[in-house]
């Protein structure tokens, strides 16, 4: 009864002008209007002041200080109270237009509306009778006429262009490397026949070139064979190639020591025996001597491991040519060279192809012996050596698109344009739209089923949206639609590449990637419906929106995104080249003729991302946008109006510091914004600064200001300002209001209990009536967001947790949890979202951040510290 009487004495006296119609939001034979519902939202937050207020006087008067055991329950009940005022409250606001979350009927029409009649552009001069449809009668040329086809000839000049062969030009730096090569190769030939020694190395009327080939080259049995038979006297030289008629030479080839040129070189030495001296005969079977082991030191030579890989290629073959042919051989490959490099390797050349043009290179301009070697040598040395001619290539495809003849549609005057129940072609429409009689106008069934799909479109927007981790504003729903918008304004302005990248990378980075990808989904639905686009321009441009869309939340810096633009172009290029060539009939056949296209898709892509980026920091200042990127930027130490809290209040900017740490391990821990946390932490006692030896922190352990003053109520007035005085540096440095609103939210309308209770004892001494709470209360408001809430809750633990010393982490906890429990029980966080299960939560969280600040050392022993005598 006496908690009746107190909320109907306090409600009778509430200031609450309710017109009749509104009483309570309720109409005559109406629902609830957002005015009626802004009205009751009202009232029950001055309801829920009463109840707080009322709550707090029971608690400290009737039931005077609770013992111990009374504890858990009373504030067991008190917090079921509020818990369930504030969901009703809670409630309210959500419908509350005030809370900017509400979503306006006329809004959704008018987005439905602008979107549709953009998009809709090819409805709102559409003929009935276009190409495809079915002419309903016979209609003739009311005159002659001979009228351009302007739609014809533009595809036929830009097959022209596309299916114009790229002219190429020879690259002479990859000449040079060939030819750098070549020589190279050659050099190395040269090293190792002169370590072979020459070719002949002897006079070729005494052994033969194929003879002295034969022994510099034998195997060392062999060697000794034939020097065995040429000193044999019972062996008699013969002209005849049968070794019958040689007793010693028939067992020789039976028993495979020699071979027919074994038994050649044996009669050639005889003969020479027979007509010099052994003198002579042992001097040239020194020489050859000579020249087989020279050439056995190049076989190892060219065996080795550290040339193996490098000069091995060319075999053994070189060796057997004779130093003429050798020169022969080397003028001839340096010629086939030549001529292939003049006539030019093009890139993508099948090798098929440059083995054929070796081949008959070298057998018109090579010595038959080199045939082997050279063509080794060419295919190794040779590569494209052709690049396309940019500006060649563009000239020439723009004489083959200037070469095309224009297509006309002509008619005489009487003479049917199209007859009934046929098909409208291309030529029949030009001709019917020069005569008007095309029956232009606004296609409404077009444009009304357009809306549908707008309006479905809009519908899956706002499911997305609400499952999103923001909640949009009205603000950002029109930024969001201004956006969309300048999609079909692109196309209408004629761009060769519409905005979706730049759409893409803007709602991804302000709203989250599901609503990025979102729009982006959508518009590339909606765009070819009422628009005439290109397929494969529209999946290059959906593609780099979407890549733009998906990747840009998570970005943390305007390099990341400008980074991700160059990844936009890329998909953007690639997707576009693959769509066209499957969509091209023709495209296979000349896919090289759109590389060009692609590479301009690619750097309109990255052109879009660079708009994106330049326009970022606008938008973001214009519409109040609060994204990672401008929270980090806003969280650098080096911001000026930090550095000046640095440098003014030092002591506050390391309270400052210690409170975001808190604040910051809670909000992670709870799901919150961690960013904005950070950001509005570091900027939510700026206002100190007005008088920075107001406050203890800063004071330095010397004389307290306050001491001086001896008024309790200018203290608490210096003490307050610090929350006005720091809206105004914000809105002067134009903070964001999510950040400014921490610097009232994280006092909240919390009692400045100090000069309370030391005006309470000045007016007792003197006899005077009892102080005002709220004189000494902060003006609010209360924290309207878990953000602000745990920042608030961070600010009233850190000064406690700095005077704990050789205290336990229970007993920190103990006091954390009192300091939670009376902000809870004086209402401040009744609008901030935060749970009673959170509290627990918050509390551990500021105990172990506190217990990594106040980490023990070792103690030095004093010796250590003293300095060593020298």
């Known amino acids: 009864m006496e908690r009746d009487r107190y909320f109907a004495v306090h409600l009778i006296m509430m200031p609450i002008s309710v017109s009749r119609s509104d009483t309570f939001g309720i109409s005559s034979g109406s629902a609830f209007t957002m005015k009626s519902i802004q009205s009751l939202a009202e009232h029950l937050e001055q309801w829920q002041r009463v109840w707080f207020k009322y709550t707090r006087q029971k608690l400290s008067s009737h039931l005077g200080e609770p013992r111990a055991a009374d504890t858990p329950h009373k504030s067991q009940e008190l917090d079921q109270l509020q818990s369930e005022t504030r969901y009703s409250l809670g409630k309210a606001k959500e419908k509350s237009p005030r809370s900017g979350k509400g979503r306006s009927p006329l809004s959704l029409v008018v987005a439905v509306v602008c979107l549709t009649g953009a998009i809709g552009n090819r409805f709102w001069d559409q003929p009935q009778l276009n190409v495809g449809t079915i002419a309903p009668r016979t209609i003739f040329a009311p005159s002659s006429a001979r009228i351009l086809d302007e739609k014809t000839t533009e595809e036929n000049r830009e097959k022209a262009r596309i299916g114009s062969i790229s002219l190429l030009k020879i690259d002479s730096q990859v000449n040079a490397e060939i030819e750098k090569d070549l020589q190279r190769a050659l050099a190395s030939g040269d090293r190792l026949r002169e370590i072979a020694g020459p070719l002949p190395f002897a006079d070729t009327s005494i052994l033969s070139q194929e003879t002295q080939l034969y022994v510099r080259q034998a195997r060392p049995w062999e060697w000794l064979a034939i020097i065995t038979a040429a000193k044999n006297d019972g062996i008699a030289p013969t002209t005849s190639s049968n070794s019958s008629k040689l007793p010693w030479g028939g067992w020789a080839v039976k028993n495979r020591l020699l071979t027919e040129s074994g038994l050649q070189a044996v009669r050639e030495l005889q003969a020479y025996r027979l007509k010099t001296d052994n003198t002579n005969l042992y001097s040239l079977l020194e020489r050859i001597e000579q020249a087989r082991s020279d050439y056995f030191q190049t076989i190892q030579e060219l065996l080795a491991p550290s040339i193996a890989n490098s000069e091995s290629f060319y075999g053994f073959g070189f060796l057997k040519m004779s130093d003429l042919e050798w020169q022969e051989a080397k003028k001839g490959i340096k010629f086939s060279t030549d001529t292939i490099l003049t006539q030019g390797i093009p890139p993508g050349l099948p090798k098929t192809n440059i083995e054929n043009a070796v081949r008959k290179q070298v057998r018109a301009a090579v010595p038959e012996s080199a045939w082997s070697l050279a063509r080794e040598i060419l295919l190794d040395v040779l590569e494209p050596n052709l690049e396309k001619d940019q500006e060649a290539t563009r000239l020439r495809a723009q004489q083959a698109a200037e070469a095309v003849e224009p297509v006309y549609a002509s008619i005489e005057a009487g003479e049917a344009i199209v007859q009934k129940q046929e098909k409208i072609s291309q030529a029949n429409f030009v001709l019917l739209d020069h005569f008007g009689l095309s029956k232009r106008g606004t296609n409404w069934d077009g444009l009304f089923g357009l809306g549908a799909a707008v309006s479905i479109a809009v519908a899956i927007f706002w499911l997305v949206e609400r499952n999103a981790s923001s909640t949009l504003r009205r603000r950002d729903r029109l930024l969001v639609l201004l956006l969309t918008l300048t999609a079909p304004l692109s196309i209408v302005l004629g761009m060769p590449i519409a905005s979706l990248p ?201 004389p307290n200001k ?14 307050k300002k610090h929350v006005t005085q720091g809206l105004v540096m914000a809105k002067k440095h134009r903070l964001p209001k999510a950040i400014q609103a921490f610097i009232p939210e994280h006092q909240g309308t919390m009692l400045v209990a100090y000069f309370y209770h030391q005006a309470q004892q000045q007016a007792i001494a003197k006899g005077l009536p009892p102080v005002p709470e709220s004189d000494f209360r902060y003006d609010g408001p209360i924290p309207q967001s878990r953000e602000t809430g745990i920042v608030m809750l961070a600010d009233s633990c850190e000064a406690a947790l700095r005077s704990l010393k050789d205290v336990t982490p229970e007993e920190a906890l103990n006091m954390v949890n009192k300091i939670l429990r009376a902000r809870w029980q004086d209402g401040q966080l009744v609008d901030s979202c935060l749970k009673r299960e959170d509290m627990p939560k918050i509390a551990a969280i500021f105990v172990r951040i506190w217990q990594q600040y106040n980490h023990k050392r070792i103690a030095y022993p004093k010796a250590a510290l003293q300095p060593k005598n020298s």
Request: negative net charge.
């Open 706 to 719: 306050h001491d001086r003053i001896d008024d309790p109520w200018q203290s608490v007035e210096i003490i």
């Open 502 to 702: 730049a759409i893409g990378l803007l709602v991804g980075s302000y709203y989250g990637s599901s609503l990025g990808a979102t729009v982006i989904t959508l518009l590339a639905i909606l765009l070819p419906i009422g628009m005439e686009i290109e397929l494969a321009y529209l999946l290059g441009s959906a593609t780099g929106g979407l890549i733009g869309g998906i990747a840009a939340a998570k970005m943390r810096s305007r390099e990341e995104l400008a980074l991700l633009g160059v990844c936009v172009g890329l998909g953007q290029g690639i997707i576009y080249l693959i769509a066209t060539l499957i969509i091209s009939a023709n495209a296979g056949s000349v896919w090289y003729g759109l590389l060009g296209a692609a590479a301009l898709q690619g750097l309109g892509g990255l052109a879009w991302s660079i708009v994106a980026l330049g326009l970022s920091p606008y938008l973001e200042h214009l519409f109040d946008l609060i994204v990672p990127i401008r929270l980090a930027e806003l969280s650098n130490p080096n911001r000026p109006l930090l550095k000046r809290l640095g440098a003014e209040a030092p002591g506050t900017f390391q309270h400052t510091l210690f409170v975001a740490s808190l604040a910051e391990a809670a909000a992670k821990e709870l799901g919150c914004n961690v960013e904005l946390v950070r950001a509005g932490t570091l900027y939510h006692d700026i206002g100190k600064m007005h008088d920075p030896l107001g406050f203890i922190e800063n004071q330095m352990g010397g």
